[in-house]
């Protein structure tokens, strides 16, 4: 039995690191687009590839916090796709629920690093998902994934009615919220844990609020712990009991991708230990805090002892009740 199986599409992320003081570069602040000089020659200063995608992310955290994980993912039987198979089972992730389709392409995604910002280009290979049968946890997150998505989403619905001791952490993808928001909001009470960005959380309320209030209309739509990532200005969670503020450590980051997943896990590795929603902020901040520091969603990920260490550092930034 594992503690947790996530559920979600798997990426081989390409970064591709542009210099700060090139002059072929124009950051505009009013509109903050990255421009390129087009039909022009951009110097990288790095090249980094690794895994991605949130549901490995979250495998993979997991399992470095101590957790028993395993991963229900598609993949494509291309050199991407092993090369994935085996980056997960070296970290310890549970590859037996992962389907390899024949003569398919891995999704991939080219992530451009600007100023410690990226910009994703994402490619989404077709796939026509299924959900295994059993899921031997306690726990299951679910999250991004692209078309076709509600054939997985319907299953877990039934499952979870079967399975009424299984709980849900749900993390919804572009793509859900863009094409499948009023699908996946059908889950919502079903969700033990729902992480989403304030930019996010607007959305699926359909108007922006104070966010003490957006977290208590998630609630209202049947949300048990609501968490709301704010980039930089960092994160608020609610149990519906207790609502708290916390900000984010004084770290400075060389690179934001995979800080919202580091949090996500961080968090629920601490609700799953049985410790508080405040606890549970710090365990994600510190998580978010260790990855912004290298790049790659994995590479900065911390073990329970890491964590704690990144939490003494910086104690006196701790979670403050939201009035």
Known sequence: MFDLITIGDTTFDTFLVL?????????????????LNFADKICIEKLVQSVGGNAANIAVATRKLGFKSA?????????????????????????????????KE???????????????L????????????KLDAPWIYFTSMGKSFETVQKKLQLYLKKHPSTKLALNPGSYQMKAGLKAVKILFSQTDVLFVNKEEADKIIG???????????????????AVITDSTRGSYASDADHAYVMK???????????????YASGFLGAVMTGHTISTAMQWGTANAGGVIQQFGAQQGLQTKAGLQKIIKKYRRVRPVPLV
């Open 248 to 262: 984010a450590y004084p770290i400075t980051p060389i690179a934001r991708t995979g800080a919202g997943d580091a």
């Open 207 to 225: 108007r922006m609020l104070p966010v003490k209030q957006s977290l208590f209309a998630l609630h209202k739509m049947g949300v048990r712990i």
């Open 19 to 35: 210099e700060d003081n090139t002059s072929q570069v124009m950051l505009k602040k009013n509109k903050k687009e990255l421009c």
């Open 71 to 103: 991963i229900v993912t598609e993949l494509g039987d291309d050199l991407t796709g092993e090369i994935i198979s085996q980056e997960l089972r070296a970290a310890g992730v549970h590859t037996g629920l992962v389907k390899m389709h024949k003569k």
């Open 106 to 120: 891995t999704r991939y995604s080219v992530i451009l690093n600007y100023k410690s910002e990226r910009t994703i």
């Open 122 to 133: 994402s490619y989404h290979a077709k796939r026509t998902y299924a959900l295994p049968k």
